[in-house]
């Protein structure tokens, strides 16, 4: 099954930990500072509720950071689905960014320019805060999505949301 390649894929290259903070930031920023001091030289951090990330996009990412600061996935609300960091980063860099403003993927760039950084932006993506974001959603994505995913998202009333009705049936 797709969970259990995930998994394949994951082991030795991904670690799942408690978020520790109250804010986007300083969560983010723990994230990160607690990656760097286990010793990675590479940290992505994810929106959980896009639908658009993929194995894929996550080896192109790790990838480009060999080049890279940081590679941004900006989400069409502002904010970012993707955020992708070397070591170069320092954490409390994060915990200064207005994270829950329709600013924060500008702000988050010009400090970056500011530091003489050197990062990559992916293309937008949507974030599904609200069900009103599921109809952003392109159709291919919903055609990708594993079969309980949609069996689940049809249980919640949801198909009628999608561009592609096909996709549920």
């Not at 658009?52 to 609300?77: C, H, K, M, T, Y």
């Not at 170069?88 to 530091?115: G, H, V, Y």
């Not at 594993?146 to 198909?159: C, D």
Request: charged share 25%; glycine share 6%; with cysteine.
């Amino acid at each position: 099954s797709e969970g259990q390649e995930w998994l394949r894929w994951t082991r030795g290259r991904a670690q799942l930990e408690w978020n520790e903070g109250q804010t986007h930031g300083e969560r983010a920023a723990h994230a990160l500072r607690y990656a760097l001091e286990d010793g990675c030289e590479k940290v992505v951090l994810l929106e959980t509720y896009c639908l658009e990330i993929r194995r894929s996009l996550l080896d192109q990412v790790f990838a480009a950071l060999d080049e890279n600061d940081a590679i941004l996935g900006p989400a069409q609300n502002g904010g970012f689905y993707l955020i992708g960091l070397r070591s170069t980063i320092p954490p409390d860099l994060l915990t200064q960014l207005p994270w829950d403003s329709p600013n924060m993927c500008e702000a988050f760039c010009k400090e970056l320019d500011q530091r003489s950084l050197e990062f990559e932006m992916l293309p937008d993506a949507v974030v599904v805060d609200n069900a009103q974001d599921l109809e952003r959603v392109p159709a291919n994505i919903w055609n990708g999505l594993p079969t309980k995913t949609r069996e689940a998202l049809r249980l919640l009333g949801l198909s009628h949301l999608v561009a592609d009705q096909t996709a549920f049936s």
